[in-house]
């Protein structure tokens, strides 16, 4: 019973994780969290209760036990995620309809890579005990599981609270275990906190303390069917009457998937000299101006979305033409879409300025190169 419950949690994790893999990851920071009355992971474990469960590790588990077997069933309640280290903490909290890295004020915070986070909160909650160690105090700091606190711990402590800030699970990471030749295994130490013994587990845990590591990078997709107009710097704009004319100028590709590379707060980036600028305007509704800077040795991009109230009144007949001949679609969105999109840009690039693939920052340096061989 125990190994045919062991298999069912892994193949109904590993399902989900495909499917969370499977749908464009733009979207589902603005959508997914958003069904009501539907699990945080989403229903295909099962359908089961999303009732409080105690997450307790059995005394007397053996090797091969879920190390937190409770936790699955509360994965719905996690509201907010602390990672703790001797050099900080970091934390992850849900806020309206996605998740946040920073301060729960707002400030300054960042969308999480919400894929991410979901594969860890599952890879915590699929942990397998190896066995029992000890429980001994003093050797706790051999096993790299001593408490945070202590002097010179090396461990790294996750936290996962509910809406009214209650833990759910805490756990002491530490030590990971090397094969015989050296290399990394699958198994390493830890300790609930609060709790005197440590176990030996196997499993996937990577909670890094590096707050970029978190961030999504998605940053801009605009089908190229989508603009209606878009200037580059002072080469001619580029200017089309339907979304089904032609694409092929190269201007038209460039925001179609861009993630950034790094980060810089906006407010510095934006005093510095300006090296381009992009306009333009898309068929449903959006605006978008971006403004490309020298700054610190590199070139950082300043993002200005809006969304147009009234877009262009043919809209609406040509997204339901395009839904019907699916091998012409134009790519546009609905306006509520539309809003839902500029609103999740406004939101990340508010703070930030962001650095761009040069592929991106060439072409922008260079607009005639990429204006060229447009048609209307």
């Known amino acids: 019973m125990k190994a045919r419950a062991r298999a069912q949690v892994k193949n109904s994790a590993a399902q989900w994780v495909a499917d969370w893999q499977a749908v464009p990851r733009f979207w589902l920071l603005a959508g997914l969290f958003v069904i009501a009355g539907a699990s945080f992971l989403g229903m295909s474990l099962g359908g089961k209760s999303s009732r409080p469960v105690a ?32 050099g900080g903490s970091l934390t992850l909290y849900r806020r309206g309809d996605s998740w946040q890295l920073g301060s729960e ?35 706790y700091e051999r096993l790299n599981v001593d408490a945070v606190s202590a002097r010179g711990s090396k461990a790294r402590e996750v936290q996962l609270l509910d809406g009214a800030g209650k833990p759910i699970a805490a ?28 176990w030996l587990v196997r499993g996937t845990a990577q909670w890094p303390m590096e707050a970029r590591a978190w961030f999504d990078r998605d940053l801009l997709h605009v ?34 998937a861009v993630q950034w590379q790094d980060i810089r707060p906006r407010a510095e980036v934006a005093a510095a000299p300006m090296a381009a600028k992009v306009t333009g305007s898309t068929f449903d509704g959006m605006e978008l101006t971006l403004t490309l800077h020298r700054y610190d040795g590199g070139l950082w991009a300043v993002l200005t979305p809006s969304w147009r109230v009234a877009p262009h009144p043919e809209t609406f007949a040509l997204q339901q033409k395009a839904e019907k001949n699916s091998a012409r679609a134009t790519g546009l969105l609905t ?28 072409k922008l340096l260079a607009p005639a190169a990429v204006t060229a061989n447009a048609k209307p």
Do not use: C, H, I
């Open 223 to 256: 089908e190229p069917s989508r603009w209606k107009t878009l200037q580059l710097n002072e080469a001619a704009p580029l200017s089309r009457t339907s979304p089904y004319a032609s694409t092929n100028a190269a201007a038209l590709q460039l925001f179609s």
């Open 171 to 198: 756990l002491l990471m530490g030590k990971t275990e090397q094969t015989r030749n050296g290399q990394l295994s699958r198994q390493f130490y830890v300790r609930p906190a609060g709790k005197p013994q440590a």
């Open 335 to 362: 306006p509520d879409a539309v809003r839902a999109d500029v609103a999740e840009l406004q939101q990340r690039s508010a703070a930030w300025a962001f650095q761009l693939p040069r592929r991106v920052t060439d």
């Open 105 to 139: 004020s707002g400030a300054a915070d960042f969308p999480v890579n919400a894929g991410m986070l979901r594969e860890q909160l599952f890879n915590l909650a699929r942990l397998e005990v190896v066995e029992a160690k000890t429980t001994n105090p003093k050797l």
């Open 55 to 86: 997450v307790l590790v059995a005394d007397g588990a053996a090797s091969g036990d879920l190390l937190l077997p409770g936790l699955l069933n509360r994965l719905n309640d996690v509201q907010k995620v602390v990672l703790a280290d001797t």
